[in-house]
């Protein structure tokens, strides 16, 4: 049995970018293997907020940890010291990050799309790097693609591909910013299947969504932002079916 992984906390925040104040002190508890959904206008921080939990973004004040490492730092004695820029790799290596815009290599197969990462970044051989590719593709149902180009593929099948290439470096915490928003109506349903089979398995996802039938269904907790603040964190049913916060409320009545 493995010891539970990727548990996250976000200690006070904030970032400021010029005199915005993009997070203003954003303190977040997730457990290890929890899903939560980020709900919000556009704007509110949500993704700068992903962007710290990766160190993206640097933030200003506060620290993050993933299993009580700190991102970007580490702790020696009661001082954190900043991390090089390799140690910062070795701990993006943790996380993975899905986007709205898929971004697989083009120059590539699916294939070698899926085998790259882990070649470089986990010393696998070619033929595990290939195994495991394998899995992967089983995972998002799409192993009769493996030779097919990035661009033959319909946007719903490409962020597929891109979701299984993030978990081939076996994430701690998989992190999705929009996943379905630039994609055709009839190709979201797809997508967030592949992002709920993950949410049966143990890895810590973060997700940042306008779908709110898919927030009801995965989400153990949901978190609504307004102007870099939480206004608002419950379970589902609590923030979707009864919101407290006028501005959750408004949100909502838009999105429902
Ligand atoms: P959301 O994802 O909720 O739409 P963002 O996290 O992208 O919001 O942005 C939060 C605020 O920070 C917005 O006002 C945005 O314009 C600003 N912002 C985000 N990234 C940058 C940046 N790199 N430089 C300057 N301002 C930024
Ligand atoms: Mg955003």
Redesign the pocket.
Known sequence: LQPAQGEIVITGVSKW?GK?K?LDGVSLQLPPGSVTVIL?P???????LLRAINHLERVDEGFIQIDGDYIGYQRRGDRLYELKEKAILRQRINVGYVFQNFNLFPHMTVLDNLIEAPIAHKKCSRAQAVELAWQLLETVGLRHKADAWPRHLSGGQQQRIAIARALALSPRVMLFDEPTSALDPELVGEVLDVIKKLARSGTTLVIVTHEIGFAREVADNVVFMVDGKIVEQGSAAQVLHNPQHHRTRRFLDKVL
């Not at 556009?42 to 993704?47: L, Q």
């Open positions: 970018f915005h993009a919000g556009s704007g509110s921080g949500k993704s700068t």
